[in-house]
């Protein structure tokens, strides 16, 4: 597609992931709201050419390990007509390689390619408004209906769905409030339950969150297949357990894949995150010297032992969860829970696993994205505050979101560099240095 004023296509791929909004990109450029759009558009067909081309191979390359932080994140959606004052909710999944810190994917439950009135046509055709008739028997079993999501927001007691990280509880009480929610719900494999307020977009349609892991884990499984070890740590979180727990599950079995939860303390000041730092390396070093070992190979060992004994004395797996003895800026207080114990691997290699367990990656991009990308700056409120809200940068149509998504993914994984020498995907061995804005912008395909 031929692009008018292209000369402007760097300048709003720069501004865009700079946290410049879309009135400030049309006073910097002179370009009219529609004029905008259109180069997002085109932005986000040639970062998904630019990356897809790249990602095509990446399965061929030979590695000896990964380590995979998986997370989820929630992302409002402004309505549209006072008429109609509801919140879309969506909710995207991402996971970042931890060595080289490479986002393989950050996937929302969105598909703006369908719409909502082409799937409730499906659904009658196909007699999915039987009574008896089973959701996965459904013709598009993937997308929600009206009256499905309808009947799920009346049983809610919040307007919106809320996010747990941001409340004043500890990291044991979170661990217990996250585990009684999830027993509550009617599936726990579905908790992208909708509020009150939520509503359904008026363009596109959103997909069952189980749908976009399943398929997100498959994806992730694919790219890091010449991988001959993968460590995958993620959230405390059902629907991600289950779905990489499923496209790992044959190397799982062959002992070549391990997976644990991490949970650690949200609510804290700088100053409490140093002093526990402070004190929790006077701990490791105790350790060390007790041990006549280096720090890291005394973590090892204390993890190993924690688990024996958590083993030996719970016999729900769900409870094993074990106190990693460093306590860091990013992560403190760390809880780890093992998840795929298959009684053939020693307590030192477990040890090794539950030492090195973190969301550090992932929690970092998500940060990255809020303070970069308007859109998606506002972070979801908590159960007390579970209220509609309505802000000024928020996106008003899906779409939106999911291309800047994939846009944002695309800048930090070839463009962003911290030295000016590497990236993430040079790291991740998908490029041989940092690719310049201009290359994803006059990208075409490569001729057979």
Not at 205 to 232: C, E, P
Not at 377 to 387: G, L, Q, V
């Amino acid at each position: 597609m031929r692009q008018k004023v292209p000369h402007f296509n760097r300048t709003v791929f720069a501004e865009v992931v700079s946290k410049k909004p879309l009135r400030g990109i049309m006073e910097v450029t002179g370009l009219s709201a529609a004029a905008v759009y259109d180069k997002l558009d085109f932005l986000y067909r040639q970062c998904r050419g630019f990356a897809g081309e790249r990602e095509s191979r990446a399965h061929r390359i030979e590695r000896k390990r990964v380590r995979l932080c998986v997370d989820r994140q929630d992302y409002m959606i402004n309505w549209r007509s006072k008429s109609a004052r509801k919140n879309i909710q969506l909710t995207a999944i991402c996971t970042v390689e931890a060595d080289s810190g490479y986002v393989l994917g950050h996937h929302l439950n969105f598909d703006p390619d369908i719409n909502q009135t082409e799937v409730e046509d499906a659904a009658a055709v196909n007699g999915d408004f039987a009574p008896d008739r089973r959701s996965y028997f459904r013709a598009q079993s993937q997308y929600w209906l009206n009256a499905e999501f309808e009947r799920m927001a009346g049983k809610s007691r919040t307007d919106i769905r809320p996010n747990f990280d941001g409340e004043e509880m500890t990291v044991d009480e979170l661990i217990a409030a996250k585990s009684r929610w999830e027993n509550a719900l009617p599936d726990p494999e579905r908790p992208d339950l909708p509020g009150r307020k939520n509503q359904l977009s008026p363009d596109g349609v959103m997909t069952h969150l189980d749908y976009t892991a399943y398929a997100h884990a498959r994806l992730v499984r694919r790219f890091v297949s010449g991988a001959r070890y993968a460590t995958i740590y993620c959230d405390q979180d059902e629907v991600l357990r289950a779905a990489f727990i499923s496209a790992f599950a044959p190397k799982i079995l062959m002992e070549e894949a391990e997976m644990a939860y991490v949970q650690f303390q949200k609510q804290m000041t700088i100053d409490e995150k140093k002093d526990l730092m402070r004190k929790s390396n006077k701990v490791v070093a105790s350790l060390a010297l007790a041990s006549g070992d280096t720090e890291q190979a005394a973590i090892v060992k204390f993890m190993a032992n924690e688990y024996a004994a958590a083993v030996s004395g719970e016999p729900d797996w769900r409870k094993r969860w074990i106190s990693h003895p460093r306590s860091t800026i990013n992560e403190p207080m760390r809880r780890i829970l093992y998840l795929t114990n298959t009684g053939n691997k020693t307590p030192e290699r477990i040890g090794w696993t539950l030492a090195g367990a973190t969301l550090a990656p992932v929690d970092n991009y998500f940060m990255r994205l809020r303070r970069k990308i308007n859109y998606l700056e506002r972070p979801i409120p908590t159960r007390s505050n579970a209220s509609r809200l309505w802000s000024g940068y928020h996106a008003y149509d899906p779409k939106r979101v999911l291309q800047m998504l994939e846009i944002f993914r695309v800048y930090t994984n070839y463009v962003r560099t911290k030295d000016g020498k590497s990236t993430p995907a040079v790291k991740f061995g998908l490029a041989k240095g940092p690719v310049r804005f201009e290359d994803i912008i006059y990208w075409t395909p490569k001729r057979e």
